[in-house]
């Protein structure tokens, strides 16, 4: 078990790029919940959350201030499994 490094992804506020996000291999393999919504910041700044699947893919970035109402990121989650 070990570390691991997320894909570089843009944000969704200023289109900066959001990299060098390492998280817990563990926080993914042993969750409940897939996606898994990750805490992180933009290279200027804003908060962000991402949403990383099993194979430690971020699948989608909000602005963490759009995330409160956690219904809707939920539904957003299905909306893309759906897809697959
Ligand atoms: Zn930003």
């Not at 506020?13 to 959001?18: A, D, N, T």
């Not at 699948?59 to 897809?83: C, F, I, L, P, Y």
Request: net charge negative; hydrophobic share 40%.
């Amino acid at each position: 078990m070990g570390k691991m490094t997320l894909n570089t992804v843009p944000c969704p506020e200023c289109k900066g790029s959001i990299e060098g996000i390492v998280i817990e291999e563990d926080s993914i393999t042993n969750a409940k919940r897939i996606p898994v919504l990750v805490p992180a910041k933009c290279s200027n700044g804003h908060n962000v959350i991402l949403f990383v699947d099993r194979k430690f893919t971020v699948r989608d970035v909000e602005t963490a201030g759009t995330v409160v109402d956690e219904d809707g990121s939920v539904n957003k989650a299905m909306k893309w499994m759906d897809g697959f």
